[in-house]
């Protein structure tokens, strides 16, 4: 039978790397990348039997960069690419090990992920297919935040009615933790979208964000929670472009405070 390697990444990640590492088990090799933890993460890895790498936390602290030199690192060419905060469940363990065997040609799966708020499963957002499970050889992760790998081979989408065979993302984030990530979450949100700025996006994609994740994805189904997490969408994008009309606004030649400052400072004089 192929063999797989799971592959997680890691900096300060005890709060769910016990569940994390024990649901993937059933995989051929545990491999951990630190990023120089300072907490149990470490002791927990080792508890587990992962192989674990320290990489120092450089010039490249996006998961992402962690992620590639995973993949290379690993034992095995079919890899799991797991977060320390997230949980294979058996069914997909099988259900990998299943498809490689039957076919073992090069390919990638799109696996869908249960996310969580204020406690309820948000099924408004579901199934936010994710990019995990696919053949090393030839695999690069790009080092930009939320990139996808590249791979060889087809992309699988596994059916978004099989919820036994979903990640389970355990963040179970607060609201206050939401906003905290916000800010630096945005500020690599506006590098990337700055080229393909324009004025009238600020108008218009917030609200069409809110109406989209509260309306048409059913986000009104989930209550409280789900009206607070369709604002925390549209705030996160007003957010990300006003920070691109901020650096546009400090680039004109002229400020309303640089002039008030020269006035103030030619009546100071006479």
């Not at 051929?28 to 587990?48: Q, Y």
């Not at 490249?60 to 320390?84: C, K, M, N, S």
């Not at 949100?189 to 324009?198: C, H, I, N, S």
């Amino acid at each position: 039978m192929p063999k797989i390697s799971a592959i997680v990444h890691t900096y300060n990640a005890e709060q769910h790397l016990d569940r994390c590492l024990e649901a993937l088990s059933r995989f051929d090799e545990i491999l951990v990348i630190d990023m120089e933890s300072t907490d149990r993460t470490l002791e927990i890895a080792r508890k587990h039997g992962a192989r674990v790498i320290v990489k120092e936390r450089g010039e490249h602290r996006i998961p992402e960069a962690y992620r590639d030199f995973g993949l290379q690192a690993a034992a095995h060419d079919w890899v799991v690419v797991v977060d320390a905060d997230e949980i294979v469940p058996p069914a997909l363990a099988d259900f990998l090990y299943h498809e490689i065997e039957k076919d073992p040609s090069p390919r990638a799966y799109l696996i869908p992920i249960k996310n969580y708020f204020m406690g309820k499963w948000m099924r408004c957002y579901y199934p936010d297919y994710i990019l995990r499970f696919f053949n090393r050889v030839g695999a690069h992760w790009p080092y930009e935040i939320h990139s996808r790998p590249t791979h060889k081979g087809p992309v699988i989408t596994i059916p978004k009615t099989h919820t036994d065979l979903a990640f389970l993302h355990l963040a179970n984030e607060d609201v206050r933790t939401t906003i905290a990530k916000m800010n630096s979450y945005t500020d690599r949100e506006a590098k990337r979208r700055a080229p393909r700025y324009r004025r009238w996006r600020i108008f218009l994609e917030p609200p069409f964000r809110f109406f989209s994740s509260y309306v048409l994805k059913g986000g009104f189904r989930e209550g409280m929670p789900g009206f607070i997490h369709a604002f925390h969408d549209a705030a996160y994008r007003f957010y990300a472009l006003s920070k691109i009309e901020e650096t546009r606004q400090a680039a004109l030649p002229s400020h309303d405070i640089d002039r008030d400052v020269a006035a103030a400072s030619t009546t100071q004089k006479n």
